[in-house]
């Protein structure tokens, strides 16, 4: 039972340069959640999936994209990466169905934009 | 809209002290819930509490104790008889009745030396 994985751990890209973030879980659960973590911010939410084909924005969604295609798996996209993107990214999922449960985080991807 | 507080942005200890984290919110919801999460220097979340705004009563998990008063909105975290494995960034996190969206606070280090 690996709980939620993260790929890739680390990227650097550059200005302009597109790239995905793929977060998987095998918990069965229904909700997904994308974060962005900065200094002396907290987490904050990016955007969440309610279920399979389902996505919504959070509070900074702006140069992101998702789908959740299946289930199991989250995609985070980056369509034109600004430096402002330079962050470590968490993902998370939890049951659905109403009353907000615990939510169980991946080990993050640190990403660096130059 | 909702808000969290954790005014200590750093806390440092001495091994066996009493440490307690402070955690104010802000909502007009009357009903929510308030959680507590802990980041270990390996950069994983990891739950710790969730308690719903019908509960004032105080909970205590081993070391662990929260102590969570509507009238002042907050929601504090003590740890007693503290130990270096406890050294991490705690995040005090808060959630409306439904949907599971998670708004964190800046998050406290704690530093816990021996």
């Known amino acids: 039972n690996a709980g939620v994985t993260q790929t890739p751990k680390f990227r650097v890209l550059k200005t302009g340069q597109s790239m995905t973030l793929l977060c998987a879980q095998d918990m069965n659960h229904e909700y997904m959640y994308w974060y962005r973590q900065d200094p002396g911010m907290g987490l904050r939410l990016i955007h969440y999936s309610v279920g399979e084909g389902t996505t919504a924005k959070g509070e900074v969604p702006d140069g992101y994209n998702v789908s959740r295609l299946k289930k199991q798996n989250f995609l985070l996209g980056l369509e034109s990466a600004a430096p402002s993107q330079t962050s470590v990214y968490f993902c998370a999922s939890s049951y659905g169905g109403g009353r907000p449960y615990e939510q169980y985080f991946g080990p993050g991807t640190r990403l660096t934009v130059t | ?114």
């Open chain 2, 1 to 114: 809209a909702q808000k969290v507080t954790q005014a200590q942005t750093e806390i440092s200890v001495v091994e066996k002290e009493d440490v307690t984290l402070d955690c104010v919110y802000e909502t007009r919801d009357t009903t929510y819930y308030l959680f507590w999460y802990k980041q270990p220097p390996s950069g994983e979340l990891v739950f710790l509490i969730r308690r719903n705004s019908f509960d004032e009563q105080n909970e205590i998990s081993g070391r662990y104790s929260w102590n969570f008063q509507k009238s002042t909105s907050s929601f504090n975290f003590t740890i007693t008889a503290s130990q270096v494995v406890d050294s991490a960034v705690y995040f005090c996190a808060l959630s409306q009745e439904y949907g599971n969206k998670l708004v964190f606070g800046a998050g406290t280090i704690l530093r816990v030396k021996s």
